[in-house]
Each structure stands twice: as structure tokens, then as C-alpha cells.
């Protein structure tokens, strides 16, 4: 008689033999910044997430650095009176999110640090690329994220995350960082990324939803699989170092897929959506908030993801602590 049992018998066999581990170095925060100075904002769909000031971004990265957290991901807050339809300020150099890039690699010059490139923190449409007559225009939105990315390159960034969607945009995006002198600097690609009621939150922290339509032409349906082994290919063709699959918990078998593919690092973003399901629940005592962060951290591993963007990261790193 065979006896599986056997391996789970005791805690320190079932370390023993345990095929999946998580640990700070697959994980990377994503912080939100806003200009200025001033308290932090709590986002109300997101328990335990704030916006941070520019002064208090760097008090909370020391805080996740003491944790033993090095590996962090910024999205910027701009107010809608900054914004316009081309995108302007996303690469002029009075940017404060470029300026944020500086003063965090002056001051933890070891953490690696990702950026976010796309249009719509900075449009007035809010969507991730240029929008004409209700159409979101390809190819004139990849001038604009080429001097995105280099002005982020310029400010100091370890990886740009285009996570626009565009056609083409991960060859562009090197060209230009490559032609500009940056070659050392990462592409970690939104290879995969689908149109999710997962991101609700996240749009409540910056202020970013559309203000006409949705993201259905550009971020991917759902339904679709074999269409996100199209999008590795592409990436990998133009060059992408990491690849990413967003969400992360319903699409675990697209991580899957990618990661049996792929000859790069495939990445995963736990997104505000399943980050605030369980927030939620364990606030009315329906969930064990650790033991579910736990276990579906594991489960995005389990799929393939050599890396994950989660909003569990400060968490996690105290309950190792």
C-alpha cells in the first residue's frame, strides 16, 4: 500500500520535501507618490495602503528596507490639473515622479526600482495611450513612452514597466533607451495583461480611470489564453528581459503557460482587487488574513511566477520577521 502520508508526518518533513517557497526576493512593492509634502492618504479600497508625500515615500521605503524589502515599484498621483491629452508632463523634467526616482536611488542606492510607463497617470482621457475621436491611437502613443522611458532612464530607474498594452511598444521603448545610452536598463513587459474588474482599487488610488469608454481594444479579453503566448513571442522578439502576467489569481494558468514558454523571468501583479478581497473578508472575520496571504502568494508561485508585484509585500515581510 502506498502511503503519501508519510511525507506530511511531521512539520519538518513537509519543509523537507515542500516543492514551492516564497520568499522577500520574488516580491516587489508597489507605492504610490504624490507631489509635495504632507500626510499620508489612506486608500480606502486598499486596508494598510496609502499615498505617500514625497517627504514620506522615503520614510516608508526605510521602514520596507529594514523589513528586508529591496525591490519596490512607484506609481505616481497627479491631479487632474497637470493633466493633458499628450501626456506632456510624463517626460518633462520637472516631473515630480522623476524627481522621487532621484532622491530614491541617492538614498538606497541598492534596492532596485521599477517604474510604471504608460499615458494615463498623466492624460487627461485617462487611458493608457493617445486618444483621437474616441480611438486610441498605436503608433503616435509609442514616441511618447520612448521619451518616457528615457527620461525615466535619466532619473535613475533599474526597470521601466510598460504596462500600456500598445502594439510594438517593448521594441520602441528599447530603441530608444538603447540609442540614448541606456542599455543596462530592464524591461519588465505587461505582457498579458487583461481587461479586469480587478483594478478598481488601484483607479481609486490614482485618480486614473477612463473618462470616456473602456481598455477593451488594447488590454487583452479574459476569455483568451493562446492570445498571451502571441504577446511572450512579440516581447521576447523586441526584446523584453522580464514578461508579466496581471492579474494574478484568474489567470494563474496563463502564468502557467507563459512560464513554459518563456526564456525569460515571468512575473506575476497580485492585483489592488485580490489584495482588497481578502482585506476585506479578514476585516469581518470571515478569512485568516495571514494564512490566506500565505497561500495565495504560494499559488502564484506554484503557476511559475519567478516574480510577483503585491500589495502583500510589507505584510509578508513582517510575518517572516
Not at 83 to 102: G, T
Request: charged residues 25%; contains cysteine.
Amino acid at each position: 500500500m502506498h502511503r503519501p502520508r508519510r511525507n506530511r508526518s511531521t512539520a519538518a518533513i513537509r519543509d523537507m520535501v515542500r516543492e514551492t517557497s516564497v520568499s522577500l526576493s520574488h516580491l516587489i512593492y508597489p507605492l504610490f507618490v504624490y507631489e509635495g509634502k504632507g500626510a499620508p492618504i489612506p486608500i480606502v479600497s486598499m486596508p494598510g495602503i496609502f499615498r505617500w508625500s514625497q517627504e514620506g515615500i522615503l520614510a516608508e521605503m526605510a521602514e520596507c528596507v529594514e523589513l528586508g524589502i529591496q525591490h519596490f515599484v512607484l506609481f505616481p498621483a497627479f491631479p487632474d490639473s497637470k493633466k493633458d491629452k499628450i501626456a506632456s508632463l510624463s517626460h518633462h523634467p520637472d516631473n515630480f515622479y522623476l524627481q522621487v526616482i532621484r532622491e530614491v536611488k541617492q538614498r538606497f542606492p541598492h534596492v532596485t526600482l521599477m517604474s510604471d510607463v504608460a499615458m494615463d497617470p498623466y492624460s487627461s482621457d485617462g487611458h493608457d495611450g493617445l486618444v483621437r475621436d474616441g480611438e486610441i491611437i498605436n503608433d503616435e502613443t509609442l514616441e511618447i513612452l520612448g521619451k518616457m522611458a528615457v527620461a525615466q532612464a535619466q532619473a535613475g530607474i533599474d526597470i521601466v514597466g510598460p504596462s500600456d498594452m500598445m502594439d510594438g511598444r517593448v521594441g520602441h521603448i528599447r530603441s530608444a533607451l538603447d540609442q540614448n545610452g541606456f542599455t543596462r536598463v530592464s524591461i519588465m513587459s505587461y505582457t498579458a495583461k487583461y481587461a479586469s474588474a480587478f483594478y478598481g482599487p488601484f483607479r481609486d488610488a490614482l485618480d486614473s480611470a477612463p473618462k470616456m469608454g473602456d481598455k477593451k481594444t488594447y488590454q487583452m479579453d479574459s476569455a483568451n489564453k493562446r492570445e498571451a503566448l502571441r504577446e511572450l513571442y512579440l516581447d521576447l522578439e523586441e526584446g523584453a528581459d522580464m514578461v508579466m502576467v496581471k492579474p494574478a489569481l484568474c489567470y494563474l494558468d496563463v502564468i502557467h503557460a507563459l512560464k513554459e514558454q518563456s526564456t525569460v523571468p515571468v512575473a506575476a501583479y497580485n492585483v489592488s482587487g485580490e489584495y482588497a478581497m481578502i482585506k476585506a473578508a479578514a476585516q469581518n472575520g470571515w478569512l485568516d488574513e495571514q494564512k490566506c496571504m500565505m497561500e495565495m502568494l504560494m499559488s502564484i508561485r506554484r503557476a511559475g511566477a519567478d516574480i510577483i508585484l503585491t500589495y502583500f509585500a510589507k505584510d509578508f515581510a513582517k510575518a517572516i520577521k
